[in-house]
């Protein structure tokens, strides 16, 4: 069965930096679609940043708003791992983050649900 399991969170100054790490386990041949989603208490889960590859196009990165220039999302295919470095962190990025996977090949089947990890803390302070 397909796993997620995030890496990297922690407690960190505003200003620095940190990286998660996703690792996605379970037979899989292919991914369509992963990334990053996370949710601040009192708030709606939100997309942070996603990245979409096949054998059939080319591989794009779509990103939040309030991330874009300060976020960078990749992914190796091979290993089927998705990573985010998070760089100029502010206490507004203080959340749960959430990894994410959509369209997962696998050897025995194909499954077009959503995929999540458990979630690992992210803490800025002030």
């Known amino acids: 069965q397909v796993q997620l399991v995030e890496s990297g969170g922690g407690l960190v100054q505003a200003g620095g930096s940190l990286r998660l790490s996703c690792a996605a386990s379970?037979?899989?041949?292919?991914?369509?679609?992963m990334g990053w989603y996370r949710q601040a208490p009192g708030n709606q889960r939100e997309l942070v940043a996603s990245i979409t590859s096949s054998i059939t196009s080319s591989s794009r990165a779509n990103y939040a708003d309030s991330v874009k220039g300060r976020f960078t999302i990749s992914r190796d295919n091979a290993k089927n791992t998705v990573s985010l470095q998070m760089n100029s962190l502010k206490a507004e990025d203080t959340a749960v983050y959430y990894c994410?996977?959509?369209?997962?090949?696998?050897?025995?089947?194909?499954?077009?649900?959503?995929?999540w990890g458990q979630g690992t803390q992210v803490t800025v302070s002030s």
């Open positions: 379970g037979n899989i041949v292919s991914i369509n679609v």
């Open positions: 994410h996977a959509n369209g997962i090949l696998t050897t025995t089947y194909y499954s077009g649900k959503d995929y």
